[in-house]
């Protein structure tokens, strides 16, 4: 089991996932967001480049609204290896509070990515509802495992990882257990410190698990994350500044940030191959 409260677990290759897009940052916010599948495919392949070993999509429609549409995802995906990139592909099922169907939301599942999310609760998000169902739920993880997708476990308060683990007991979720802890949402568990620690600590002995911070938390949260034994996600959805003030100018500026101080930690990054390696994933053909 990853002890959070051992000293930084030198040489442990870090995945690092770069959120690209999200379902709610707008270019007015910061023109350097990609919403095109164009846009998406390249900030992918330069967030590689980068240093992520993941990459987590949303889809957008012609007026940037968030959809769920399997053919932007799998052109997307397309357009990525159409430049020989090898990053793990993570598809996002999460949709738009109030804007898609659960239906809706299951459908990229259907296109066998290599990692879709899965929220494992609901609750407040900023000013609206995040409604996960627990009938949903049961769907999507039948869903996830019938198409050979690798769950990412998105828990946004400690109920959501409890509900996680019930999941895994009920042999739901299959291991390697992928945990995404996203702190800082309004609505879930503050970015601080103390909450990673107590989430990490309530999983399972082999579980993976990674962390972000939203906003101004996304920085303080990696780097918490790096030296817990951890990896992080980084990137636009999460977080539209480099620093307070200053917008960031793309996913990969976040991922090479991260990059360069998980060297200083002496954790090395890990590749896409390693990545799968390490979630159980199947390598690429
Ligand atoms: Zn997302």
Redesign the pocket.
Same mark, same amino acid.
């Given at each position: 089991m990853l002890d959070p409260l051992d000293p930084p677990s030198l040489g442990q290759p870090l995945i690092i996932s770069a959120?690209l897009t +999200? &379902?709610r940052p707008t270019k007015a916010q910061n023109p350097n967001l990609p919403v095109t599948e164009e846009e998406i495919a390249a900030a992918a392949v330069e967030a590689a480049a980068a240093g992520a070993a993941i990459v %987590?999509l %949303?889809m957008r429609d012609d007026q940037e609204k968030v959809t769920c549409d399997p053919n932007r995802y799998a052109k997307t995906r397309d357009l990525i290896r159409a430049e020989g990139c090898d990053v793990v592909i993570n598809m &996002?099922t +999460?949709g738009g509070a109030g804007q898609t169907t659960d239906e809706q939301r299951a459908e990229p599942v259907t296109l066998s990515p290599e990692i879709a &999310?899965f929220d494992c609760g609901s609750l407040n998000f900023g000013a609206g509802v995040f409604v996960n169902a627990p009938g949903f739920l049961s769907k999507l993880a039948a869903s996830m495992i019938e198409f050979g997708v690798r769950p990412e476990i998105e828990c946004f308060e400690p109920g959501h990882v409890a509900n996680g683990l019930r999941f895994i007991h009920d042999n739901a979720i299959e291991p390697p257990y992928w945990f995404q802890m996203v702190l800082g949402v309004r609505g879930g568990s503050p970015g601080t410190i103390q909450q990673l620690i107590h989430m990490v600590q309530m999983l399972p002995p082999g579980a993976l698990w990674s962390a972000c911070g939203i906003g101004r938390a996304q920085l303080p949260i990696g780097v918490a994350a790096m030296t817990m034994g951890g990896h992080v996600r980084t990137g636009l959805?999460d977080n539209l500044y480099y620093h307070k003030g200053e917008l960031a100018t793309s996913n990969a500026q976040l991922v090479a940030r991260l990059a360069r101080i998980a060297g200083e930690l002496g954790r090395p990054v890990a590749t896409p191959g390693q990545a799968r390696e390490m979630l159980g994933i199947p390598a690429l053909v």
């Open positions: 959120a +999200g &379902s %987590h %949303h &996002s +999460g &999310s959805e």
